[in-house]
């Protein structure tokens, strides 16, 4: 496991992206988004998890234009809050861009070419405009929020995409569930999965907010998911 650096699309600079490796020839790439709480020891987890099922597995720095090298606990509150912080001063049009450079990095390093995103949190809402806006071949967003301000986007979907929703999400109300559903419901490339009694954050790796039950549920929709669609 390490760091490998990305040029940012714009040449204002590059990035680091923590890199797992598959222990032989990787049957595909995935891009790992990450949360507001920057490249932390989850995400790094999730990265290594991918390896560990033969995967190429990148989880970019979104926030290096912030502040490089972020690594937040979200059970700790001062921690939330500064990166509440971080958020409020987030560029999400060149986030998806430095996600873009991340899927094209990723490309050059897998035989196949395939490459899938997945995002959580803040990463998810970034998944699905990488969905609209990138030649990504797969894209997965758990509780991604704000995703019904995005249907105007819903258009460019060209590849699938998988949608993870806590129907009892403090971000993402019952009225935004709906709103998800009204516009992607009938949408063929992409397929909405809700879990009952369960909050946002539901399948972080480690913390007060995972659900165990439904965590392993969703992993194993979105593994079912990307060996499906990544061949």
């Not at 222990?23 to 891009?31: L, R």
């Not at 989850?42 to 234009?65: H, V």
């Not at 009952?196 to 913390?207: K, L, N, R, S, Y």
Request: contains cysteine; hydrophobic residues 40%; negative net charge.
């Amino acid at each position: 496991m390490t760091d490998i650096a990305i040029e940012a699309l714009d040449g204002s600079g590059n990035f680091q992206a923590y890199c797992a490796e598959p222990a032989g020839d990787a049957k595909a790439a995935i891009v790992v988004v990450q949360e507001i709480f920057g490249v932390n020891q989850g995400i790094k987890r999730r990265c290594e998890r991918w390896a560990e099922l033969g995967y190429l597995a990148l989880a970019p720095d979104l926030f290096w234009r912030i502040q490089p090298g972020v690594d937040l606990d979200p059970d700790v509150p001062e921690q939330f809050h500064q990166a509440l912080g971080l958020m409020g001063k987030f560029d999400q049009d060149k986030g998806v861009a430095d996600i873009e450079a991340t899927i094209r990095a990723a490309r050059a390093r897998v035989a196949t070419g395939k490459v899938g995103v997945v995002g959580y949190c803040l990463g998810g809402r970034l998944a699905f405009m990488t969905a609209a806006r990138t030649d990504a071949d797969a894209c997965v967003a758990y509780y991604g929020v704000g995703i019904d301000g995005l249907l105007g986007e819903k258009h460019a979907i060209s590849r699938p995409v998988l949608l993870h929703v806590a129907e009892e999400d403090h971000f993402v109300d019952k009225a935004a569930q709906a709103r998800m559903h009204d516009g992607l419901d009938d949408h063929p490339k992409v397929t909405i999965a809700s879990y009952p009694g369960v909050d946002h954050g539901f399948a972080t790796e480690m913390g007060k907010r995972r659900s165990e039950d439904a965590a392993q549920l969703a992993d194993q929709h979105t593994g079912d998911f990307f060996a499906s669609h990544l061949r």
